[in-house]
């Protein structure tokens, strides 16, 4: 792509005369948007770059031990792992309000960040995958007063104390582009083809109290709900799938005894940029055939939903 590569060629000269020979260290969440900008700011400083990929105890099933090893492995970029699930689990515990939970883990995704920065030798820069729809959602609507709709916590400046300097080179695109400036990167089209994750991650997908308990169940249905979408062929022409865990238990019956478990709900829909979106027409077998083995495979769920709100009035994510 001809525009894409001008675009990369510039993005890097850009980096480079930024940065200097200062450290920059990344945040690494595994999702496209920060995997894209790890690769452009290696291609530019290579070893300059430390990316550090916090498991804030909210991540879908084994995606740990992938983003790891195969920025460590498959693209030699220095990553350092930091196991804050303690430090996130714990101060999230009894908070139900969404805006909470999303300042409580923006507020240490910066403290973990400093402290991983100060271990960092002439650590200067922080980089990050903010786009476009992240920079003017959050700002405000154009015209009338501004209202934050969700604060995203990957945006805006970070506290002056930190000490540490944005790059962000991905502010003038758009998820289409990124993905395209991925595979120019060379990230294999699996990992550019994955559905974007929010930073805050489960945490937005568990409404009201978070716990550990419900975190596992949700992982695990979260799980089959991908693979029965793979199976079925219809990964790629969704942007973005995924179960949330409701806060309610209800009565069911399985063999010859009575349940009372979580209900769930799956969420699935098309967009271009996740400013507005369709839910996504799911064949009734499809969703029958997923009920059934969210239901038979995963202990704690007894009831299976499907979202059929589109965007707006709704929100793609849960909170
Ligand atoms: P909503 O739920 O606002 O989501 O319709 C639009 C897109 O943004 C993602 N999202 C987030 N990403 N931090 C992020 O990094 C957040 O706090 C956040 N909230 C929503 C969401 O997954 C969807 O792709």
Redesign the pocket.
Known sequence: DWTMNAYREEAIEKIRATVGDSHVICGLSGGVDSSVAAALIHEAVGDQLTCVFVDHGLLRKNEAEEVVTMFRDNMNLKVIYADERELFLGELEGQSDPETK?KIIGRLFIDVFQKYANQIEGAKFLAQGTLYP?VI?SVSFSGGPSVT??????VGGLPEKMGLKLVEPLRELFKDEVRVLGRELGLPPSFIGRH?????GLA?RCPGEITRAKLDILREADAVYIDQIRKHGLYDEIW?AFVAILPVRTVGVMGDGRTYDFACALRAVTSVD?MT?DYYPFSHDFLGETATRIINEVPGINRVTYDITS?PPG???WE
């Open positions: 999303r992240d959602e709709i969700k604060s995203h916590h990957n974007p994750f929010p930073g805050p937005i973005q996740g979106a965007k929100t793609i994510e």
